[in-house]
């Protein structure tokens, strides 16, 4: 199962909040030996603020092996205040149904069978926020083929690729019907509901 949770209601969820901090530092400055902002082996930049929401899929420990970050659209987000050059065909989207998935990761020690599923699960969890709150789609930054290997229609690329980080990336917009993996979900036997606390957004449009 997915859990969702922000700064303030991260309380609830043991050192969730910190552990998927250790996971982004393990994945982008350990392992991929980017200067993102650390401290102390944990890995954080300016959008973690009360206005993001944590997706995290976590172990039998209580680890965080798997991450999503949700930013608003309506505020500064990654997209529009680092590389709004991505976005030159359509324009930047700033709406209170469009939320921007930044800082997505997995932890690539999990056993193969369990880590494959860790993503779809991810998405499905998007979706399941974004459905909740009314929300539209969502946007983001990516190599365009791990993206398009999971959502296999809907999406929309925002402008041409650059390099990003190291990596040939493009901004996208997917709409929230699009967003579920339908294909790996059956490969992999995903159900329909995989976050755990959706009720803490139902009915909150602004919650994402």
């Not at 969890?125 to 229609?153: N, P």
Request: glycine content about 8%; hydrophobic content about 40%; overall charge neutral.
């Amino acid at each position: 199962m997915i859990e969702v949770f922000s700064l303030a209601t991260a309380h609830r969820f043991q050192d969730a909040l910190a552990s998927q901090a250790r996971l982004r530092h393990d994945v982008f400055v350990r392992l991929r030996g980017l200067p993102h902002s650390s401290y102390e082996g944990l890995e954080y930049d300016e959008f973690d603020t009360p206005a993001a929401k944590y997706l995290v899929w976590r172990d039998e420990r209580r680890i965080v092996r798997g991450l999503a970050r949700l930013l608003p659209t309506t505020i500064p987000y990654m997209l529009k205040s680092c590389w709004p050059h991505l976005a030159s065909d359509t324009g930047l989207p700033s709406s209170p149904g469009i939320v921007e998935v930044t800082r997505v990761c997995v932890d690539k020690s999990l056993d193969p069978p369990v880590r494959r599923m860790v993503f779809p699960e991810l998405l499905c969890a998007i979706q399941e926020v974004l459905t909740a709150t009314g929300g539209i789609g969502m946007v983001g930054v990516t190599r365009e083929h791990l993206l398009s290997h999971f959502v296999r229609s809907g999406i929309r690329w925002l402008g041409p690729p650059d390099k990003i980080e190291g990596e040939l990336e493009r901004a996208f917009f997917v709409p929230t019907g699009s967003i579920r993996p339908e294909y790996h979900c059956r490969k992999y036997g995903i159900g329909l509901k995989v976050l755990s606390n959706v009720e803490d957004f139902s009915g909150a449009a602004e919650a994402a």
